[in-house]
């Protein structure tokens, strides 16, 4: 519980958040990582070939790939291979190799340096990259770190453990948060609590959070769409802001993928989650007054979780009402901090989508006659 940030807002809401930051890659991932890596080596493979765009995943998988004794090669984002050399570095140190995508060594990522040479590349076209690799050799498999049920259903031990540990505090949650970039920690936390609504236990209130620089739940189209830019995927059933989308280089970068986990879609187009879209100035500010109440320093991601919370938690202190409020804290932020200097230094500036280039990538979605 957030007493000293409670206590910060001088709000009548009681804050808990479940703080997945304390795995050995510093977020939620290897809650799937693992289990992936294992049923891998449980099947004979020798390989996993991942994309990866903060790096938390690659981060992740190359830890459990280490685990079991399989090789890990990730395909990282560019802007983040940049950005945050000391993520690329801790994939190394776990004994895998990392290449910035887009890169020569793939069909995909050579037709878009051919078209977009100074290409700072993006989650898509990095999967394209890893899908390419692992589907030309028999030892080697694709491993993917959201989206896709499996996914979320390994991450759904956030909601288990959140639902016992609130039971251990005597509480009860009037309001989930959490943030979504494809939509894994925040189903992770939420479902649990959603099945219980859908039981007819308990009522409870969900908000998803996502950055306004990539509004896949706000303002994306709910139609069948691609996972990669090279169209290597099976066509999903999600919100998306269409495949070739490259959202601007916000700090959040696990936030910045053009779709979403069909599984959240669905629950949003079922009206049983909320979606809101938040800017990056604001999520930062709210990063900062939690790291000051509650000594942990978020990832930029998370941030946008503890924004909501925090707004939600400021809507009390006006109201008088004293809702229980969860967020999930889905991981720490030690590897940005770039970010935050950059902020504290009034570098950042709030981005938004750009509806033209949306307009055009949406343009290009599969049609089906
Ligand atoms: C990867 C990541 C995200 C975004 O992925 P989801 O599947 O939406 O959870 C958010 N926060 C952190 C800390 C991450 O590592």
Not at 180 to 188: P, Q
Not at 228 to 242: E, N
Request: glycine residues 10%; charged residues 20%; negative net charge.
């Amino acid at each position: 519980r957030a007493r000293r940030l409670e206590k910060a807002l001088d709000t009548p809401a009681k804050i808990y958040y479940k703080y997945e930051g304390v795995s050995p890659a510093g977020s939620h991932k290897p809650n799937t990582a693992v289990a992936q890596a294992y049923y891998n080596k449980q099947a004979g493979i020798k390989r996993l070939i991942t994309e990866t765009g903060a790096g938390q995943w690659g981060s992740s998988l190359a830890f459990a790939g280490a685990l079991f004794g399989l090789e890990v090669v990730v395909y990282m984002v560019k802007v983040s291979y940049n950005q945050k050399p000391y993520r690329r570095a801790l994939m190394e140190t776990y004994g895998a190799r990392v290449v910035a995508s887009p890169s020569t060594e793939t069909q995909a990522g050579r037709s878009i340096l051919a078209t977009h040479p100074n290409s700072t590349g993006s989650l898509g076209i990095a999967i394209s990259e890893a899908v390419e690799i692992a589907a030309a050799d028999e030892q080697s498999k694709y491993a993917l770190g959201s989206v896709l049920n499996h996914v979320l259903l390994h991450q759904t031990v956030i909601g288990q453990e959140a639902l016992v540990q609130m039971e251990m505090a005597g509480d009860y949650p009037d309001l989930v948060i959490g943030c979504t970039g494809g939509g894994s920690n925040f189903a992770g936390i939420a479902f649990p609590f959603l099945g219980a609504k859908l039981r007819g236990e308990r009522d409870v209130e969900i908000i998803a959070v996502e950055p306004a620089a990539c509004p896949t739940l706000t303002r994306g189209k709910y139609a069948y769409d691609f996972g990669d830019t090279a169209h290597l995927t099976p066509l999903m059933k999600m919100h998306t802001l269409g495949s070739t989308f490259v959202p601007e280089g916000i700090h959040a970068g696990g936030l910045r993928y053009h779709g979403m986990a069909p599984l959240m879609s669905h629950v949003v187009a079922l009206g049983l989650a909320e979606a809101r879209l938040e800017y990056q100035l604001g999520c930062f500010a709210a990063g900062l007054t939690f790291a000051r109440s509650e000594g942990i320093l978020p990832a930029p991601e998370a941030n946008h979780a503890v924004k909501a919370a925090i707004d939600e938690a400021l809507k009390c202190k006006e109201s008088g009402e004293s809702k229980v409020i969860l967020f999930n804290l889905c991981g720490h932020g030690h590897f940005d901090m770039q970010a935050y200097m950059d902020y504290q230094a009034g570098k950042l500036v709030d981005t938004e989508y750009s509806s033209a280039e949306v307009a055009m990538a949406l343009a290009g979605l599969p049609s089906f006659g």
